[in-house]
């Protein structure tokens, strides 16, 4: 016990005095791991969970369920693994809320990627905005199978106008991990375009993420 608490200690001490610059993936999760297991070497955990889902993000990402499975996850340690994914994407959300869309398109990317890219089922999500093109909300509207989201023009539309925005960016998550868009989503987003249209409301753009890349419908000019 004694090893394990030096080793805790000192990876505390490392880490704190500018150590995170070089911290390999599974020492981090080791820190957040020692907030949930008080005792005991948390570091065969912390390489499990790596492994199992494929990176940190990944792991962040993962589906409740999946993390329930690895033995020795508990809910501490999955609820303090989400609460770790959910502020860092609200920091990155408003950061990207900041300043117009297009002069944070980076940031507003990977927002994207952080809430969408790892997971298991295809989920549509929207981004409202505001006459100056500044987010001001940003909601799940429909969530599918591991391949098929149903969307429906109109239930975007009347969201919209709900929210009093004046525009808005439609983004989906391809599971595959294949961000390149199908001719359903090309027709989709040509529904949606129609449907606003009708009410003032501008379609900026449809963006599918990928593990390891996005697609922009407009800069493909698919729309």
């Not at 995170?20 to 065969?44: H, N, Q, T, W």
Request: proline share 5%; charged share 25%.
């Amino acid at each position: 016990m004694t090893d394990h608490n030096g080793h805790r200690s000192r990876l505390r001490e490392r880490f704190l005095k500018g150590g995170e610059k070089a911290s390999p993936d599974y020492e981090v999760i080791e820190l957040l791991l020692f907030g949930v297991i008080p005792r005991g070497d948390v570091k065969p955990l912390a390489k499990t969970l790596l492994k199992e889902c494929g990176s940190l993000s990944g792991l962040l990402q993962a589906d409740p369920q999946k993390l329930k499975s690895i033995p020795g996850v508990g809910e501490a340690t999955i609820a303090t693994l989400k609460a770790v994914h959910e502020a860092s994407c609200r920091l990155v959300r408003e950061e990207a809320s900041q300043n117009p869309i297009f002069d944070t398109w980076n940031t507003v990317i990977e927002y994207c990627r952080a809430r969408m890219s790892h997971l298991t089922i295809e989920q549509f999500r929207l981004l409202f905005l505001d006459q100056k093109n500044k987010i001001i909300a940003d909601e799940v509207q429909q969530q599918g199978t591991i391949n098929v989201t149903p969307v429906f023009p109109r239930e975007v539309v009347k969201r919209t106008l709900e929210l009093g925005a004046s525009s808005l960016i439609m983004v989906h998550n391809h599971p595959s991990g294949d961000p390149t868009p199908s001719q359903a989503d090309i027709d989709i987003t040509k529904r949606v375009i129609k449907a606003a249209k009708e009410l003032d409301i501008n379609v900026l753009d449809h963006i599918i993420i990928g593990k390891f890349g996005h697609t922009s419908l407009r800069d493909k000019q698919l729309i």
